[in-house]
């Protein structure tokens, strides 16, 4: 009987752990991971310390709606449309992506040369705050980058070649300091470098010097539509001014920083990069057809041996909206073999002909570039959410003397009235212990699953 009963117990234990673990996983794990990044050697890597390869989008606008318009006060909103809302948040993370970059004005950010206060300043700053941490609660992970800039008082309504002294230093010590205790933000120090020589007082200026320690410029970008540059003398700001910036504020978030030629030239990135005492630095590559890396030769002898020294982030791609994509179909399988994150630019339901994610803000895909995106994402959600094969656990088997049943089985005993029984029974006891901690194993490889589905 007290066999019968142990045995009976035992099947109990087995049926009910397995009802957990296939019925009720979200009760096995109480809560989602909750999200961090940093850097370990050459890959990001999240709350666990696992690796971290991040998958999304770029949303425009917080550049330059709050700062444009013909004349001061500029700007006309923050967001430029919807991208605050639930709505067009669940549609992104209907994509199954796990990032979103906000670009972000230096004017608008710090409330000067004649942004209109509406969208600027505080207001400017309180609702990008609100919505990286609405963007943290439908699971996404937030580059901030510094994408329209000026120096002096000219309007930050473009991009220019590099940052600018007169403000620059203040945006990013006052960013870092708002999400210096934001675990999943990530800073991007400049959208896209581009240094010409026609743009610099010293046309002989090394650029790769120019990008780690600043320089001086001769003309900068208008944005107003009617002239293209403007002359102006002005001092640009170098990396490694903006890296100390950013760590005195006490942040410890990782660092994105592009290279030259509108951030598609990482060629002199290893032997230029700043020092960062953290040592949380990634390089920050943007991708497009017909760039100077835009062949599969560049991406193999520059970005691959760089993506081994540190963690290289795609801040943006695209690809023709027009024509059957021909770009990333070939780019991003190589970006996932090299454990290379991306970001397709842009979540904004424009009538470009390139470059465009979505034909409304629902998310349904845009023809071509926007389609192929959203598939490749939803196909590797597919991998990484499929189950692996079960862990084959091998039970030892109870100390006894030889059995014709084979090892671990139950043998009677003899010499002892009763001692069959006994024995069976205290056997049986240690089997349901082995039972209990395979079993154990089992849910925490579940656990292992589920928290790299929820991802």
Known sequence: MLTCMRVASRASLVAAVLVAVHLAPAEVIAAPQPLAVHVSANHLVDASGLPLVLHGYDISATEFACDQGSSAPYGWSVFGGPNDTSAVMEAMAAWRGNAVRVPLNEDCWLGINGVNPRYGGESYRSLIHSYVESLHRYGFYVIVDLHWSAPGSAPAQSQQPMPDADHSVAFWTSVASAFSSDPAVIFDLYNEPFIYASYLQDPSQNPWRCWLEGCGFSQYLTGNGKAYTAHQNWTAVGMQTLVNAVRATGATQPIMIAGLNWANDLSGWSSHFP?????????????????????????????????????????????????????????????????????????????????????????????????????????????????????????????????????????????????????????????????????????????????????
Request: with cysteine; glycine share 10%.
């Open 275 to 455: 020092y960062d005492p953290l040592g949380q630095l990634a390089a920050s590559w943007h991708s497009y057809p017909g760039q100077q890396c835009s062949a599969p030769a560049c991406w193999n002898a520059v970005i691959a041996p760089l993506a081994v020294l540190v963690p290289v982030v795609v801040g943006e791609t695209g690809d023709s909206v027009c024509q059957a994509p021909t770009y990333d179909p070939t780019f991003l399988p190589w970006a996932d073999t090299h454990g290379i994150s991306y970001l397709g630019w842009t979540w904004n339901p424009w009538s470009n002909c390139s470059d465009v994610l979505v034909k409304n803000w629902s998310g349904t895909p845009s023809a071509n570039y926007g389609q192929y995106f959203h598939d490749h994402l939803a196909a590797l959600a597919t991998q990484e959410a499929a189950p692996s094969s079960p862990p084959s656990i091998t039970l030892p088997a109870v100390a006894s003397g030889p059995s014709p049943s084979g090892p671990g089985r139950i043998s009677p005993a003899s010499g002892h009235p009763g001692g069959a029984g006994l024995l069976a029974a205290g056997r049986l006891a240690i089997a349901d212990w082995q039972i209990a901690i395979a079993l154990l194993i089992l849910l925490g490889a579940a656990a292992v699953r589920w928290r790299g589905w929820r991802r």
